[in-house]
């Protein structure tokens, strides 16, 4: 469990609710995130990251249903680190899938309003999720056929931490697709990246029309594709 003393503080904003206009990818659509200012730490806003992983589920929507379809009767996915809940919200819009958004406890309560905002209380769920721990039994009984994490990547003591999580859910479903959103912002990030490439294959996702200028701010959205067992596959 990463202690709430290693969660780092937000430089305060101005809290209220910010409505996300995302009619050019998905007609009509606005998506409400309720920020608390920083009060939190630095999960109650909205981060680039965030928005970039948004905006690819949106653009790739067909896509995301093919998965989701293929994994059985109404398939679960899940949000690592959501703060806001912002791209788990974004699925609930698709409206083809149960969604858990989960982070530590003290964002559970702005998770749960956000979901009120936007009416999707028989979609998506906010839950208690501390990496490093044991999964609770809900997602052993039933993995995920997607898993989301948007801006996780923020503090060292936290890597090993995200690391097991994802080892553990890519373990109950070996076809899992693992979509991480992610900005640059100092240089021991790459020891988290250098960790993760022990256990996938980092494929960057490039395919969608916004994605240079993201890349252009230090944001990048990965694939974690887990290796064979038998170690044939090699990293980048």
Same mark, same amino acid.
């Given at each position: 469990?990463?202690?709430? %003393?290693?969660?780092?503080?937000?430089?305060?904003?101005?809290? %209220?609710?910010?409505?996300?206009?995302?009619?050019? @990818?998905?007609?009509?659509?606005? @998506?409400? @995130?309720?920020?608390?200012?920083g009060a939190s730490g630095c999960g109650g806003k909205i981060w680039p990251?965030?928005?970039?992983?948004?905006? $690819?589920? &949106?653009?790739?929507?067909?896509?995301?249903?093919?998965?989701?379809?293929?994994?059985?009767?109404? +398939?679960?996915?899940?949000?690592?680190?959501?703060?806001?809940?912002?791209?788990? &919200?974004?699925?609930?819009?698709? %409206?083809? *899938?149960? #969604?858990?958004?989960?982070?530590?406890?003290?964002?559970?309560?702005l998770m749960h309003q956000n979901i009120v905002l936007n009416n999707l209380?028989?979609i998506v769920h906010a839950k208690e999720l501390n990496w490093g721990e044991?999964?609770?039994?809900?997602?052993?009984?039933?993995?995920?056929?997607? #898993?989301?994490? *948007?801006?996780?990547?923020?503090?060292? +003591?936290?890597?090993? &931490?995200?690391?097991?999580? &994802?080892?553990?859910?890519?373990?109950?479903?070996?076809?899992?697709?693992?979509?991480?959103?992610?900005? =640059?912002?100092?240089?021991?990030?790459? =020891?988290?990246?250098?960790?993760?490439? =022990?256990?996938?294959?980092?494929?960057?996702?490039?395919?969608?029309?916004?994605?240079?200028? $993201?890349?252009?701010?230090?944001?990048?959205?990965?694939?974690?594709?887990?290796?064979?067992?038998?170690?044939?596959? =090699?990293?980048?």
């Open positions: 469990m990463l202690d709430n %003393g290693l969660v780092p503080a937000s430089e305060e904003t101005t809290s %209220g609710v910010v409505d996300l206009d995302l009619s050019d @990818i998905k007609p009509g659509l606005t @998506i409400s @995130i309720a920020t608390d200012g990251a965030g928005e970039l992983l948004v905006k $690819y589920i &949106l653009f790739k929507e067909q896509q995301i249903r093919s998965v989701l379809s293929a994994s059985g009767t109404r +398939p679960l996915v899940l949000e690592l680190g959501s703060g806001t809940g912002i791209s788990g &919200l974004a699925v609930g819009k698709l %409206g083809c *899938a149960d #969604v858990w958004i989960t982070d530590q406890a003290q964002m559970v309560d209380e028989d044991p999964l609770p039994n809900e997602i052993v009984k039933r993995p995920p056929a997607i #898993v989301l994490a *948007a801006d996780c990547v923020y503090l060292e +003591p936290a890597f090993p &931490l995200l690391e097991k999580t &994802l080892e553990d859910l890519a373990a109950l479903n070996e076809e899992c697709l693992i979509l991480m959103a992610y900005k =640059k912002r100092r240089k021991a990030d790459a =020891k988290y990246f250098k960790l993760a490439r =022990k256990h996938f294959i980092l494929e960057e996702i490039s395919d969608f029309p916004e994605y240079e200028q $993201y890349k252009k701010d230090s944001v990048r959205l990965y694939r974690f594709h887990l290796k064979k067992r038998s170690g044939t596959l =090699k990293t980048e």
